[in-house]
């Protein structure tokens, strides 16, 4: 053991292999900061130049990319409020108010001291479970996959605030929205509305832009004024977050080992570690009203633990050859590639390999949070520029990051439609993490529970491991009963209770109504393989919207998600959402009729010219700049844009093709 991680550290410290490392640290940072990129993305770019590498540096080249995606997606995450990846999720409920109030790098100074720390973590997990997890791993089957299905599940009790209603039916709004296309079991079409794009599911990446990057546009369009609210940058931001760090050592650990944990999991840990962390930090804090006004804690939990999870999901990675994740899936061919068979095998005559790997995540780590806080200070200052002169590049950028799911026009307007019920969810205080992990994990949900009965009926709570699970999930119940918010911390967003301000709430919920209802009749015309899911899901829709409704026709509000308190205060000195609304879908109608990339250049130009004030030429000058940002992005990274009627009659010249 000793002997193979020397010499793994001797191979990882030769010139050719250092130098791999940092192009994989380069390359993962910038797809970390691109939103809808990602580490599988960003992987399936280096697959090609892996063929034909040397073995130690193409396992630095990817491991440094894996290793550091989740650290430089805090960029977006912080100071944007636009989720880098689906690991930075949770990081914009604290992260991004933080940054409001002024403390940009204070939030990026917390998150990068525990990415650095949970990725250093992972690494220390991953040298000991490569002898001891194996008999573990082999012990999750489907019963337990079930359990911790259900674990996360019950953390929504955590995100649903002063009014558990809005926040279970918000869940199960998700479940709804997760039931939508093909049945993953029979793969049966179903709840299409004819529509061939939802023959598949939603793509997380259009569901996460759309519930966490639009509406934070919005709202900062309607304030009029800079994301940050002091104008400046604080020098001691650095130090303030090292020390909410410290303050906070023992959270940071605890879920770096949930990261590492629910990393090895196959299937489950890439896309609810961050919420299944934050949720712990919550349930384990009396004082849980300040979360999601700027608390270190909500910054600590989830960027310690999605840095932790690669670590963790290269046990099932390296020891079974079953991939933990979407990006550890091109990772296992890339090793395959460069003639490692993962398995028993490779620990037997490969453990240098599993030593370099382990010590390249532990130093891309520490490289890639040494990069980022030497960049922060010149990427934080966009925090003190109007936002209305960085609004529409970003409107731009999420479209551009949505597209890039499917490759059909289908994102984008997918993402105007879950944009639109996020900024109405935001505005009506409804749980948008919640909403969030119901889609997450209804696919999980549906499969899991077919399969559980299937195989084992009603014996598999004889399985100790499901049985540790259960414990876990009751106790996760009773804490969230135990420290739930009193109604003195639901706040909405409407103020005094009037009947005109009950309208548009009615609206919405008819409109979740409505779609309860037509998956519920869908579901009716299928066997119970197939429309068992979507049935449950609507019925509990329904179920847990009936007591809001009963509030509302008493003509009161209900209470509200008490995380949004802070952002609520939206003025009323800037246009309404509608406006906004109205001018991305002239954008998108524009872009249809004459490509992305001309459509947004004229938006950009329009809305530079129009709502921030801007010369002409300088309104142009952003509209091209874009264009030849999109270009380089095409070139470089093979992309896609999606085209309009005039290229069917006319072929554009680079960059505006």
């Not at 279970?168 to 093909?182: D, I, K």
């Not at 037997?348 to 130093?363: E, G, H, Q, R, T």
């Not at 999980?444 to 077919?450: H, Q």
Request: hydrophobic content about 55%; charged content about 10%.
């Amino acid at each position: 053991m000793a002997e193979s991680a020397l010499l793994a550290l001797a191979q990882l410290t030769t010139t050719g292999t250092l130098l791999a490392l940092f192009t994989g640290v380069v390359v993962g940072l910038i797809v970390g900061i691109l939103p809808g990129l990602g580490g599988t993305a960003g992987l399936a770019l280096l697959l090609p130049l892996v063929f034909g590498m040397d073995p130690n540096a193409a396992l630095a080249l990817m491991i440094g990319l894996v290793a550091v995606t989740t650290t430089s997606d805090t960029f977006p995450a912080v100071l944007m409020g636009i989720p880098g990846t689906s690991g930075s999720q949770a990081t914009v409920l604290d992260g991004f108010p933080m940054t409001k109030k002024g403390g940009g790098t204070r939030a990026l100074s917390i998150a990068f001291v525990s990415s650095l720390v949970g990725g250093v973590f992972g690494a220390f997990v991953l040298s000991f479970a490569v002898y001891f997890a194996q008999p573990v791993i082999l012990q999750i089957g489907f019963g337990e996959q079930f359990m911790l299905v259900i674990l996360a599940l019950s953390m929504v009790g955590i995100l649903t605030g002063s009014n558990i209603w809005k926040g279970l039916a918000a869940c199960s709004l998700g479940l709804l929205l997760g039931a939508l296309g093909s049945a993953p079991l029979s793969g049966v079409q179903r709840a299409t509305f004819g529509v061939e794009y939802l023959l598949d599911p939603l793509p997380l990446v259009v569901m996460g832009l759309a519930m966490f990057a639009t509406p934070e546009i919005v709202d900062l369009l309607r304030r009029q004024s800079s994301i940050s609210e002091t104008g400046t940058l604080s020098a001691t931001g650095w130090l303030q977050g090292l020390k909410d760090w410290g303050h906070n050592w023992w959270l940071a650990l605890r879920c770096s080992m949930i990261g590492s944990i629910i990393g090895a999991l196959p299937g489950l840990g890439g896309s609810v570690v961050d919420w299944i962390a934050y949720g712990h930090a919550v349930q384990s804090t009396k004082n849980r009203e300040s979360y999601g006004t700027g608390d270190p804690r909500g910054i600590v939990a989830p960027e310690s633990a999605n840095n932790a999870k690669e670590g963790g999901a290269l046990i099932p990675t390296l020891l079974l050859g079953i991939p933990g994740s979407g990006s550890m899936a091109i990772l296992l061919g890339g090793l395959v590639l460069i003639g490692i068979e993962p398995g028993k095998d490779m620990i037997d005559n490969n453990m240098d390999k599993v030593y370099l790997m382990i010590w390249s995540i532990a130093a891309a780590n520490i490289l890639g949070a040494g990069i980022c806080f030497f960049l922060a200070p010149q990427i934080a200052r966009i925090t003190t520029m109007r936002y209305v002169l960085i609004a529409p590049f970003m409107i731009g950028l999420i479209f551009f990051a949505a597209f890039q799911a499917t490759r059909s026009w289908g994102d984008l307007i997918a993402l105007l439609l879950l944009s639109i019920l996020a900024i109405y969810m935001k505005r009506f205080g409804w749980s948008r993490p919640a909403l969030l992990i119901g889609f997450v994990l209804s696919e999980r949900v549906e499969a899991s529970v077919y399969q559980t009965v299937t195989l084992y009926g009603i014996t598999f709570l004889e399985r100790p491991i499901v049985l540790v699970l259960l414990a876990l999930t009751l106790t996760s119940i009773a804490l969230a009963i135990l420290f739930k918010p009193s109604a003195a911390e639901a706040v909405t967003e409407e103020g005094p209770h009037t009947h005109r301000q009950l309208g548009p709430q009615w609206l919405f919920i008819l409109g979740v109504i409505a779609l309860a209802v037509y998956i519920l009749v869908d579901g009716l015309q299928f066997n119970r393989l197939t429309g068992l899911f979507p049935m449950v899901a609507s019925i509990s829709t329904l179920v847990f919207l009936t007591p809001v409704v009963m509030t509302m026709l008493r003509w009161r509000a209900p209470s509200g998600f008490f995380y949004d308190h802070e952002r609520t205060a939206a003025s009323a000195s800037g246009r309404s959402a509608e406006f906004y609304i109205g001018m991305i879908l002239v954008m998108l109608l524009v872009s249809g009729l004459i490509g992305f990339v001309l459509g947004i250049a004229t938006f950009i130009a329009f809305f530079l010219y129009r709502s921030a004030g801007q010369p002409w030429w300088k309104s142009v000058l952003g509209g091209a700049g874009f264009v030849l940002f999109l270009a380089i992005l095409s070139d470089q990274l093979t992309l896609r844009y999606p085209t309009g009627l005039l290229q069917m009659f006319v072929s554009l010249p680079w960059p505006l093709q």
